[in-house]
């Protein structure tokens, strides 16, 4: 029994050895700590000014701040022409992300957000002239907050920019009659990390 | 691994540029029970080969609406110059029903127009029947009745669509009129 002891200790002894001479590459990326994004897609596609700033706080975790602000021809003329029930119109959106793999360079990533957003909304009234009922949309301002999960994959080039792919969604939470129900959670970025 | 990596990040691309509007929910439309509306003319000695099949649509532009004490003003909401709906008539060929209509169209679409004058929606429609058999006509059925159908405002863009539910005369339980032509 002491024999077999001996033997696992310098077993155990042997394999931490051979972690610590397995010296762990530590890539210059995770010594830059800001990064800043603007979602391009989002801007050509939908006319969505998408911004974001994220802190990595190691290499793990990273907490950031994303805002966006729409201005959509297209998104507008469906609200006007009454097709679509609300308007988006601004969001600002503090998340905390986990990277999923060991890779600073390359690695998808687990997030979770909050959403504080609003824009307009419009709801179907009953109106009564002359003795006769008739109905007409009619426009009003919407707030909401939503919280919500999404996932993404992060790319990074030259050890500085950075491809920043992520999908998901949130539900508001407290005004529903009024705002979106579900806040989706979609992005394309393109950014600069330092 | 590698493989499978390559996929995800081509999903997540994919749904990145995909727009998904939440609010699909038409919200800007209104319905409107209104029972017996479309009046089928049955004359009184039967159909002969050469007859029409006769059926009509009439209403004011201002219907009650249940649950109000104030009849409803279609026209208003809607700024509608015409309803549309649409029917079927078939003829019974040796067991097979087959539309009677040109080119093998299975329904027709009816518009109940407005008249500024009366301040009413009309529709009058004589489709011949020129060869005799057993004939059945229907309109096309409402979601979830098949005893009912919806006349449907083509309203202007920015107002509110008007569907009035309503039902024809003469049908029966699965919402057909039969009838025979000499």
């Not at chain 2, 279609?74 to 078939?90: C, R």
């Not at chain 2, 920015?158 to 005369?169: E, G, L, Q, R």
Request: proline share 3%.
């Amino acid at each position: 029994m002491k024999k077999l002891a001996l033997v696992a200790v310098f077993f155990f002894q042997f394999a931490h050895a051979q972690q610590q001479d397995s010296t762990e590459v530590v890539s210059p990326i995770s010594l830059k700590k800001n990064e800043v994004r603007l979602d391009v897609v989002s801007l050509i596609t939908k006319m969505r000014i998408h911004a974001s700033y994220e802190r990595f706080l190691n290499k793990d975790f990273s907490v950031g701040l994303s805002a966006s602000i729409s201005e959509s021809n297209k998104e507008k003329k469906d609200f006007d022409e009454n097709f679509d029930r609300t308007l988006p119109q601004y969001e600002v959106i503090p998340y905390l992300r986990y990277s999923l793999s060991k890779s600073q360079v390359s690695y998808y990533y687990v997030e979770a957000f909050a959403s504080a957003n609003g824009g307009k909304y419009k709801t179907k009234e009953r109106f009564v002239e002359g003795g006769n009922g008739y109905y007409q949309a009619v426009e009003n301002t919407y707030f909401d907050v939503a919280l919500g999960g999404a996932v993404g994959y992060k790319l990074y080039f030259k050890d500085k920019f950075a491809v920043d792919l992520f999908v998901g969604m949130g539900k508001n939470l407290f005004n529903t009659d009024k705002s979106p129900e579900i806040v989706q959670r979609v992005g394309a970025s393109f950014g600069y990390r330092f | 691994m590698k493989t499978l990596r390559l996929y995800i990040l081509g999903l997540i691309s994919s749904l990145a540029l995909i727009s998904c509007n939440d609010d699909d929910e038409f919200y800007n439309a209104v319905y409107v029970d209104s029972p017996d509306l479309i009046k089928i003319n049955v004359p009184a000695g039967g159909y002969t080969a050469g007859d029409n099949l006769e059926f009509s649509i009439d209403f004011s532009r201002y219907i009650m609406e249940p649950g109000y004490t104030t009849p409803l003003d279609v026209y208003k909401t809607s700024g509608a110059t015409s309803f549309g709906f649409a029917y079927y008539l078939e003829r019974n060929d040796g067991g097979t029903w087959k539309t009677v209509f040109p080119n093998e169209d299975e329904f027709r679409i009816g518009d109940v127009l407005y008249v500024p004058a009366t301040e009413t929606y009309e529709f009058d429609e004589a489709y011949p029947l020129d060869e005799p058999g057993e004939y059945r006509f229907r309109l096309e059925y409402n979601d979830g009745n098949i005893l009912k159908t919806n006349l449907v405002s083509r309203n202007q863009e920015n107002k509110t669509m008007v569907s009035i539910i309503t039902n024809a005369d003469h049908i029966d339980s699965q919402g057909y009129y039969y009838f025979t032509v000499e």
